[in-house]
């Protein structure tokens, strides 16, 4: 089955202490991507990554770094978090005509 | 530049239509999409029609575009509660060859008896 998996969930931290949301797909996709979604915006992309080594910055990217070391895997960093930073957040895998999205993390900063 | 607009609220009775209007502004986009997102969850693509399209129909969902107006919409017939979600619409843009999505805000749904 076509998946895209995010870890964990749900999280809640605190100003300032680094954390990583994992993303990962089964697909053989090259191209995936980093999404926030708040209240009257819609989606915002953060980053994204065309293949293996290959990031750039979406629309939205400060205060963020990723990774792409494998391709089935795309991690999200944020080495300082802060509550403006509270947000969900979806990983999304692309084929060429359709994006794939992960069920979303809910990280809360305090 | 690259904006999609929607209306952020949309109030039906069960059982009638609903109708949520988007508004894109890259003429470029090959293809518009709609998603559904429940509370609590994640993105479900619900339908998607080429830009060379003007209508295309699934069982209650029918979705028109004009491309003249870069106007989209997306009918529910026959609305039901479990279709009370949030819907989002995007336009694909290509580049460097794979599809980057641009999101409307989202139009939340409202269904009551």
């Known amino acids: 089955e076509a998946q895209v998996t995010q870890n964990p969930r749900y999280l809640i931290t605190v100003t300032g202490k680094k954390l990583t949301v994992t993303c990962s797909q089964n697909?053989?996709?090259?191209?995936m991507s980093w999404y926030r979604q708040d209240p009257g915006l819609g989606l915002r992309q953060i980053y994204y990554s065309m293949n293996v080594e290959v990031t750039d910055k979406g629309d939205v990217p400060e205060g963020y770094k990723v990774s792409r070391k494998e391709k089935r895997n795309f991690p999200l960093i944020l080495e300082s978090p802060s509550p403006n930073q509270t947000s969900l957040y979806f990983c999304?895998?692309?084929?060429?005509?359709?994006?794939?999205f992960g069920p979303g993390t809910r990280l809360t900063v305090t | 530049g690259e904006d999609v607009e929607q209306s952020l609220f949309l109030s039906v009775r069960e059982g009638d239509s609903s109708v949520i209007n988007c508004t894109y502004t890259d003429s470029s986009s090959t293809y518009l999409y709609w998603y559904k997102q429940e509370p609590g969850a994640g993105l479900q693509l619900l339908t998607y029609i080429f830009s060379n399209m003007d209508m295309k129909q699934d069982q209650r969902l029918t979705v028109l575009l004009n491309k003249k107006d870069k106007h989209l919409s997306l009918r529910i017939a026959d609305t039901q509660t479990g279709d009370s979600a949030i819907y989002f619409c995007?336009?694909?843009?290509?580049?460097?060859?794979?599809?980057?999505?641009?999101f409307g805000a989202g139009t939340r749904l409202a269904v009551h008896p």
């Open positions: 995007a336009e694909v843009l290509f580049s460097g060859g794979y599809n980057k999505l641009i």
């Open positions: 999304a895998s692309s084929s060429r005509d359709r994006q794939y």
């Open positions: 697909m053989n996709h090259e191209y």
